[in-house]
């Protein structure tokens, strides 16, 4: 019933909105004015702000214990309480925010409950203790590996292994904050010996990023179909790349400096319950590809395991900006493009006996599409620098430019649901 197309909500704004409707209900930390950081829930346009809530006692049993560790300045410790918390404080705010809710006046009277978003500050919603950012995205990947190896763009590892590495914490940031071009060693076409100097070939990564709730012991592995248990939510993530310093360093370890020099996420967690909805059976493999070892092969999770989300990337550049043109759509994408579920990612980080912790965060990798138009990256879009791609005003981009922001937004769509979405993941890039 949390989908229904006749659930409404006394927040006007929340009716009909492209993100927040009260089917949604996403978890953040916010500021308003001079007060410190605590945890909100978006509703059209404005907050739900949780310790005002939580104070005027509209809370009660497990949703009040929900929603008075939702409020602290970090969402780590709410995630660890898992699903039966969320569902609770959801349920919770599902009724009160209704229009049919016979309490609306009174709620509707408590101080500060609902803040204007346009007058808050976003913050990162956790402190995140690790980050890992994966490649699930096949035709990325194969997109990628023809770019490099037309015979074989596809390595032997990869329809066995979810791939990923170990990326840096310390540089996630929340959207809206700018990111400065980095510098580091490039090695120019024809060279011997490379150059320092900054990134000549700055790349964004469409991607959707999963919080991790509840974690386990160092040296017990998160079975498949348990994975789910211990996943919080979803936002948005951009992870920049610089494709010069890239290319020089990534053999034979892979990324370091051409990664960590900035990731940028959205501020809102859309939880997990708020996607059941827009679950879907995960794509079947290709005919002669083979099927998960063991471990990564869930029924369950292959029935539904999926995500149906609608992704896109946009470009708005200083002159467009000037100019008082909209951004440009360089990408529309979904994530039924990854090759493997969100539950297989975390199966197989912890099959080693890894510890995952609350507010750790994923990355599925760049989830483009097999299409012009559906890719995630500029390198897809240039064929790794050989073609520009022409924008509406007449400017041509290979890779970013000083001045150049770029949006990502998502969408969940499907008939006899109200839609939801993620809000936008945005970074202006500095010289």
Known sequence: MTGSLNRRSWVASANEHADFP????????????????????AIGDLI?????????????????????????DQLNDFFALGAPARQALRSALLQLLDADNPQRDSMQAVAGLLLPMSECSLHMPARVGDYSDFYVGIHHALNVGKLFRP????????????????????TLCTSGTPVR??????????QDVPVFGPCKRLDYELELGVWIGPGNAQGDAIAIDR????????CLLNDWSARDIQ???????????????AT?????VVTAEALIPFRSPQPLRPEGDPQPLPYLLDQNDQQGGALDIELEVLLLTAQMKAEGLEPYRLGLSNSLNMYWTVAQMVAHHSVNGCKLQPGDLLGTGTLSGPQAGQYGSLLEMTAGGKQSVALPNGEKRIFLEAGDEVILRARCHREGQVSIGFGECRGIVLD
Not at 22 to 41: E, I
Not at 48 to 72: C, K, N, P
Not at 184 to 189: I, K, M, S, V, Y
């Open 227 to 234: 994975a789910a248990e211990h996943i919080a939510g979803f």
């Open 264 to 268: 940028t996420i959205s501020p809102w």
């Open 48 to 72: 739900v702000d949780l310790r005002a809530a939580t104070a005027a006692g509209v809370f009660h049993g497990q949703a009040a214990e929900a929603a008075e560790v939702a409020s602290r």
């Open 151 to 170: 015979d074989n763009p596809l390595l032997p590892n990869y329809k066995y292994v979810p791939i990923g590495y170990h990326g840096r914490a310390s």
């Open 22 to 41: 009260l089917q949604n209900l996403p978890l953040g930390v916010f500021s308003h004015g001079t007060t410190g950081p605590r945890g909100g829930v």
């Open 181 to 190: 071009r980095p510098n580091g060693q490039t090695l120019a076409p024809g």
């Open 247 to 261: 290319a020089w360093e990534y053999q034979p370890l892979g990324p370091f400096l051409s990664k960590s020099f």
